[in-house]
């Protein structure tokens, strides 16, 4: 294994290709713009269009990272001065953009997949009246994720992060006529936005102690600050990761969240955006270097997110909530190696790239299945469509050899790593983590087969006659071309990249280079225990689900079973520790202020309108009532003169 030197380059003017990196972000933005302010006019070509410019998108950062590998370390990292943005006394932040082997990673990343999901979607959503406005929505999703990962400061990063929040809403909500598709979309925003809230804290932060907020700026002082200050940036930035990558304790709002098309689950949900986090700590690596308190937190962050979404994916029967588990766990790898500091770094993003490949091909399998059979999600009714739906259950099967671990495929180059990594270290440490990613393999393992066997084998469970009869089929070339690409890429970019070294290398202008560092355990030890344990989670998981007959209603279950379908309880905690108190809170606000300041101003406003009415109807207009009033007064101030006197 290895460890960092700690050295990092710093960033050069950019010059060739990369200087024309702004088009990433451009392209598709004017897309969403085109489509979105065109109307119905774009009907016709708008998808097309969007497509197109994704793609453009994907050859610009291809040419950008082929000229980045034909010069040395020290050259890949290149700064792209956009224009003057924000002047404020001695705080300055110009807009620029920063392009780096990390930030290309991403920007391949999600240029390639996002490409491809435009293609599939071409023919998901082909009937769909809205198409157009969908595919304003994905390019505006792409240009957000870009300009995220290209960002040179926080700010600006700030900027994609709503961006991609915004696009995420809209698209979870495409189908907001269903109130539960809403209500989906409504509690993924709202819950993102206490991860929002961490990021802008973490700004403020290194404005007040650094006073600046650009990746150069604070990198270089990160050395140089208190461990309160460091710590606390540290926590902030893991609460903005917590929340964009549905990691512990802000998870709720991935599985609510595949009430979206398809396509959405897969660029979304599996690929891009809930990767963010693992790229902001990545990112943020000289803040998590300088605090151990902070680099452990999101270690422990990472352990507990990946067991506790192996957990709840054991009892989904909806074939893409148990993806979306499975989502939530794999991050959960990549913030474990994250966490671990510089021996995880390099691993973590090489783990994000292979699932990234090999979770969207599931995804869009899962979207083809549906296609097949008339929207249907419960994998309980389904079986059997092995038979049936050949490229899917092929492209299918590489990406769940690829999540499992199994040599040669994707999964077993980049989850190996991160749990060998988690083996290093002293104390209690090594055993707690490696232990916990060990579990996490065995775990998913039984899932994702448990996933596979009930969709793909095992006796036919749907509705062959009826008004509610299924017709399974495969899916067009539009969807199926981008499922067998990504399964390409499920089965061997892990190969290309892993044992040949080429990942840890490319990265080292970013998080340094590095040595060797040992596990405690030997390294043939660690990988001959998770194979066993990866054996007999889908050995369970094909006595259970192939062999036997799997009931089309599902069992009441042990109470764990019970607990895992809830979300562990999850929503009821959110429920119970946040939505109720701050609930009661806000009636209790509501009646004081009703009661009080709204009652005390209320009732001298009565008082003095009161008396206003009273006194009014002495000016009535009649002479004899003026009269008899001027001898009162007269009677009234004689009486007072007798008084006195």
């Known amino acids: 294994m290895l460890a960092s030197s700690g050295e990092v380059a710093e960033p050069v003017a950019a010059s060739g290709v990369a200087s024309y990196a702004w088009l990433l972000v451009a392209l598709p933005l004017a897309g969403a713009a085109l489509l979105l302010v065109g109307g119905k006019a774009t009907n016709k070509f708008g998808p097309l269009l969007a497509t197109a410019l994704a793609w453009a998108s994907f050859v610009i950062g291809a040419a950008a990272i082929l000229q980045m590998a034909g010069r040395s370390a020290e050259e890949r990292g290149q700064s792209v001065e956009l224009f003057e943005w924000i002047h404020a006394g001695s705080f300055q932040v110009d807009a620029g953009l920063l392009v780096d082997p990390l930030s290309l990673v991403f920007v ?36 957000a994720m870009l300009l995220l990962v290209l960002a040179d400061s926080y700010v ?49 932060t290194m404005f007040a102690v650094i006073g600046k907020v650009d990746f150069a700026g604070v990198n270089a002082a990160a050395g140089q600050l208190s461990e309160g ?95 979306a588990a499975s989502t939530m766990s794999q991050i959960g790898y990549m913030m474990l190696a994250a966490g671990l500091g510089p021996v995880g770094y390099a691993f973590a993003i090489f783990h994000l790239l292979t699932h990234g490949f090999f979770k969207a091909g599931m995804f869009l399998g899962a979207g083809s299945v549906m296609h097949g059979m008339n929207d249907q999600v419960d994998m309980r009714r389904f079986g059997g469509l092995s038979a049936v739906m050949k490229i899917t259950w092929i492209t299918f099967g590489l990406g769940w050899l690829a999540i499992l671990g199994v040599p040669p495929f994707s999964g077993f180059w980049s989850k190996d790593k991160v749990i060998e990594a988690a083996f290093i270290g002293e104390g209690w440490q090594p055993w707690v983590f490696g232990g916990a990613a060990l579990i996490g393999a065995g775990v998913t393992a039984f899932y994702m087969s448990r996933l596979f066997f009930m969709t793909f084998h095992g006796k036919r469970r749907w509705i062959t006659e009826g008004e509610q009869a299924v017709h399974p089929h495969e899916s067009p070339l539009t969807m199926t071309i981008p499922m067998i690409v990504l399964a390409v890429g499920s089965a061997f970019l892990g190969l290309a990249l892993g044992p040949t070294g080429i990942m840890t290398h490319w990265l080292e202008p970013v998080v340094g280079a590095h040595g060797e560092e040992h596990p405690v355990l030997p390294i043939p030890v ?38 895992a379908r809830k979300d562990l309880y999850q929503d009821d905690f959110n429920e119970a520790v946040f939505a109720r108190p701050g609930l009661h809170l806000t009636r209790s606000l509501v009646f004081a202020d009703n009661h009080g300041v709204d009652g005390a101003a209320g009732g001298l406003a009565a008082m003095v309108g009161g008396s206003s009415s009273r006194l009014a109807k002495l000016q009535n207009g009649f002479v004899r009532t003026y009269a008899l009033t001027m001898l009162v007064g007269v009677v009234v101030i004689l009486g007072a003169v007798w008084v006195v006197q």
């Open 108 to 143: 391949m990343l999600i240029t390639f997949v996002g490409s491809l999901i435009h293609v599939y979607s071409l023919g998901y959503m082909e009937h769909d009246p809205d198409k157009r406005r969908f595919f304003a929505y994905l390019n505006l999703f792409i240009a």
């Open 156 to 204: 600006l990063l700030f900027v994609g992060w709503e961006g991609v929040g915004l696009a995420s809403y809209l698209l979870i909500g495409f189908w907001n006529h269903n109130p539960a598709y809403a209500t989906a979309a409504n509690k993924a925003f709202i819950v993102n936005r206490v991860g929002d809230m961490g990021l802008l804290l973490a700004v403020f």
């Open 229 to 323: 200050a460091v710590l606390a940036i540290g926590l902030f930035l893991l609460v903005a990761a917590c929340g964009k990558s549905a990691q512990f304790p802000l998870q709720s709002w991935l599985g609510d969240a595949m009430a979206g098309p398809t396509p959405v689950s897969a660029l979304i949900h599996a690929a891009t955006m809930v990767t963010a986090g693992v790229y902001l700590i990545v990112r943020s690596h000289a803040i998590f270097d300088a605090s151990e308190g902070a680099r452990l937190a999101v270690a422990i962050v990472g352990a507990i997110t990946l067991l506790f979404g192996a957990i709840v994916g054991c009892a989904k029967d909806d074939m893409k909530k148990a993806l």
């Open 526 to 563: 660690i990988m001959a225990a998770t194979l066993i344990l990866v054996a007999i989670g889908a050995g369970l998981a094909f006595m259970r689900y192939w062999r036997d007959d799997v009931p089309e209603t599902p069992p009441v279950g042990s109470l764990a079973t019970r607990a």
